[in-house]
């Protein structure tokens, strides 16, 4: 980056927060990782904890240091845009982990895959951005707020579909193997993705209302909207063969992954692409 603004040395401090932690996921999941000891007990998850806390805390440091120098929230750029996820994304996983214990191996897919978000970032200039006029309305915020909780826990359902995949492995058994069965994974994934379904329709609904006050339509089928709707609808017939059919658990896995992959693109693709006035803001 080529300016040293307020926010950047905050955001640099919680990525390296967030590496941190995710180094040491992968030491508790895979004791031979660069010739540490084996972990005989589950003290690291602590550390882990503790790391994604101070990752959260710095990166809304850098979020509110932004929001002074540029005088709005930080929600337009790219630059911006991918900030607010990593701070939300980290939050909701945060809670997660401490609060299903279960799941925090999982952590060794989630982690490294917020990284994609954070090397990005970390290429991109955070010059000040200009806040639209249709942004100052109410339902922007439900709607902002909506679409954080679905891409978490999509992101949620991921780890669990990663570890669905890797554990068809001899590595992957042994890396796993404090987690509960394959049955009980692939069920608590899917009810992330039902949760998530839940969000995404009420994320699109509160996003048609906000469109009528700022454009004079609920709906118009631009490319956001239609990638958004794409969305929904994978994620829907997703739930819909889950519920109708026995499936093996690396077609379960996959299924997140690619209903996953849709939302990625329609978040951090999408809008950035579009030639339509509606940009998205998430």
Do not use: C
């Amino acid at each position: 980056m080529n300016n040293l603004v307020a926010e950047v040395p905050w955001l640099w401090s919680g990525l390296g927060a967030y590496f941190a932690a995710t180094l040491v996921a992968i030491w508790g999941v895979v004791p031979r990782f660069a010739g540490m000891p084996v972990i005989k007990t589950h003290r690291h998850e602590y550390l882990v904890l503790a790391f994604l806390i101070l990752g959260v805390a710095l990166l809304a440091v850098a979020i509110t240091e932004r929001w002074i120098r540029i005088g709005h929230g930080p929600w337009i750029s790219l630059f911006e845009l991918l900030m607010s996820q990593l701070w939300s994304l980290g939050l909701i996983f945060l809670l997660l982990y401490w609060r299903l214990p279960g799941l925090r191996p999982s952590a060794v897919i989630v982690l490294p895959v917020m990284w994609v978000l954070g090397t990005w970032v970390l290429t991109l200039e955070p010059a000040a951005s200009h806040f639209p006029a249709t942004y100052y309305n109410s339902w922007k915020w439900v709607h902002v707020g909506l679409g954080k909780m679905f891409l978490a826990l999509l992101l949620a359902g991921v780890g669990l579909a990663g570890v669905l995949i890797l554990r068809q492995t001899r590595r992957g058994k042994t890396w796993f193997k404090s987690m509960p069965s394959d049955v009980i994974v692939d069920r608590l994934a899917w009810r992330f993705m039902m949760l998530a379904l839940v969000f995404d329709s009420l994320m699109l609904i509160a996003g048609a209302v906000w469109a009528q006050d700022a454009w004079g339509r609920y709906w118009a089928w631009d490319p956001l909207e239609t990638s958004a709707f794409l969305t929904w609808l994978f994620l829907a017939i997703g739930l819909h063969i889950r519920l109708s059919y026995r499936i093996p658990p690396v077609i379960s896995g996959l299924m997140i992954i690619g209903v996953f992959v849709m939302a990625f693109a329609t978040y951090f693709g999408t809008p950035y692409i579009s030639p339509a006035a509606h940009k998205g803001m998430v």
